[in-house]
């Protein structure tokens, strides 16, 4: 034997000695692992929880990291969408159900978001499911913020059975339950996001406003600990030009330019952020501001409407009105961008401004209360163009949320 192929047939053999010890290892740990498995689905049999399967997320669930899925326009759709009946969602409240109410126009329901160069994953209620498996979600923000949660419980209640899902009244709170996956999908109510005399689930001052932007214990100490997070408010600071706000001393009542209130309590909310979140276990985002759509000159030059009876989303790329504060959009951009990766925006403004016929208009809800015949003949003084219908536009900011979370199930969770 020369040096060459003796050397050759040392390496051969230890090489097999390599593989062959891998594969008593493997076939060890594989052995463990199944035991493990049937062990935890014995466990999970024991609790009357779903079985654990691993969740299938496929490419085609994944997002292109270089996509930017807030880019793109509406397409008509009416085979896949809505993603849901308002008949079949017993979640839904009266503010919503634009049908129920009497909107003549389903439209506003077959429009599906088609981000330019990318598609959203199917949604899949199943493996939104499976992805939330032992976890929390919790929206926090105002009206339009309690609207995605339903969104969202909507979208997934219909596969699971009517014995194996609750919903419960936890002023400030909405819990719903999904029993067989140990999920929990709720809303906090906190339209400053910061402390306020608001704060009350039901009994909240609509004129008056008194916000502490430097105060948000009360409120936080309901979001620590919960798997992700979605922050979202706006509405409640553009009610005028300036805000009554205290900081510090509670006593000292000053009028607040609303863009510096807005950034001051970003801030103290990025604060508690920092401290009291852990970026490894739990996920945040924050959703940009819903527009609103008050006024029709806006996409039509000459018009003297409102967004009542708009049939159809606008068209014009790019378009974006008076409703959406640039101002506040770049405080919101200047905060998080400090936070950095461990919040993720939701910058669905942009694609909200094309649906100026989404909102509730005449077919909603007034303090409470369904418009009378006299309000709803009188849609430039009661049209509601701030909410919109279920199902509808937040629908899809829940798609974009399920995108999301589906990347961050392969990558962290
Ligand atoms: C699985 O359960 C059996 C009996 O309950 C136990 O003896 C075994 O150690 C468990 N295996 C693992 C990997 O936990
Ligand atoms: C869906 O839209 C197409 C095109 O507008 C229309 O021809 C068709 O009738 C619609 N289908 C349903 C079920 O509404
Ligand atoms: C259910 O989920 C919660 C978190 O939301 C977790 O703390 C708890 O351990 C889970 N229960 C079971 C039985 O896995
Ligand atoms: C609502 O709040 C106001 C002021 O905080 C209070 O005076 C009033 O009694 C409350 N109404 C109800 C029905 O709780
Ligand atoms: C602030 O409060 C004062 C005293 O109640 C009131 O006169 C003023 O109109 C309030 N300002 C705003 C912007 O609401
Ligand atoms: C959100 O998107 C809009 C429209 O593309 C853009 O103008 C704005 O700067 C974005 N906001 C932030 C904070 O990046
Ligand atoms: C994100 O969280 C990690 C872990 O707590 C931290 O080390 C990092 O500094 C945070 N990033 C920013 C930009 O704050």
């Given amino acids: 034997m020369s040096m060459q192929t003796y050397a050759d047939s040392r390496i051969t053999q230890s090489i097999f000695q390599v593989v062959l ?18 062990n935890q689905s014995r466990i999970s049999k024991l609790n009357g929880f779903r079985q654990k399967q691993a969740v299938f997320v496929t490419k085609e669930d994944q997002l292109d990291e270089s996509c930017n899925v807030f880019e793109g326009q509406w397409v008509w759709d009416n085979v896949s969408y809505p993603l849901y009946k308002e008949e079949s969602c017993p979640y839904l409240v009266k503010q919503t159900t634009c049908q129920r109410n009497g909107r003549p126009d389903s439209h506003y329901q077959n429009w599906r978001w088609q981000p330019n160069s990318c598609d959203l994953p199917r949604f899949n209620a199943l493996k ?75 009994n909240h001052t609509v004129h008056k406003r008194l916000v502490n932007l430097d105060a948000i214990e ?48 970003l801030e103290t909310w990025a604060k508690w952020l920092v401290t009291k979140i852990n970026p490894v276990k739990q996920r945040v985002f924050f959703s940009s501001m819903s527009p609103t ?5 806006e996409w039509n030059p000459g018009s003297d409407g409102t967004c009542y009876d708009e049939l159809y989303p606008i068209e014009k790329r790019s378009y974006w009105g008076t409703g959406s504060n640039q101002e506040i959009m770049k405080i919101v951009g200047d905060v998080l961008s400090r936070v950095g990766e461990n919040v993720t925006f939701l910058n669905i403004t942009q694609l909200s401004e094309y649906r100026k016929d989404g909102h509730t208009t005449v077919y909603g809800e007034r303090r409470g209360k369904l418009l009378t015949k006299e309000q709803r003949a009188d849609p430039k003084t009661y049209g509601d163009c701030i909410h919109w219908c279920l199902p509808g536009v937040p629908d899809t900011w829940n798609e974009i949320l399920y995108a999301y979370l589906l990347n961050g199930h392969r990558n962290s969770f």
Avoid at 21 to 38: H, N, P, T, Y
């Fill in 128 to 202: 939104m499911l499976d992805v939330l498996r032992d976890k929390r979600v919790m929206f926090i923000g105002d009206s339009v913020q309690r609207s995605t949660f339903e969104s969202m419980i909507c979208m997934v209640q219909s596969v699971i059975p009517d014995n194996k899902k609750s919903f419960h009244r936890v002023p400030p709170m909405k819990i719903f339950k999904a029993e067989e996956y140990n999920v929990s999908i709720e809303y906090y109510w906190a339209p400053f996001i910061v402390e306020s005399i608001s704060d009350h689930a039901t």
């Fill in 293 to 297: 759509h008050l006024w029709s000159w």
């Fill in 21 to 38: 010890v891998s594969f008593v290892l493997l076939g060890s740990v594989r052995l463990i692992l199944d035991e493990l498995k049937s």
């Fill in 218 to 265: 009360k409120h936080s100490k309901s979001w620590e600990g919960v798997d992700v997070l979605v922050f979202e408010s706006y509405v409640w600071w553009m009610h005028q030009p300036k805000i009554n706000a205290t900081y510090g001393d509670t006593s000292e009542v000053k009028e607040y330019n609303v863009a510096t209130a807005y950034r001051m309590a």
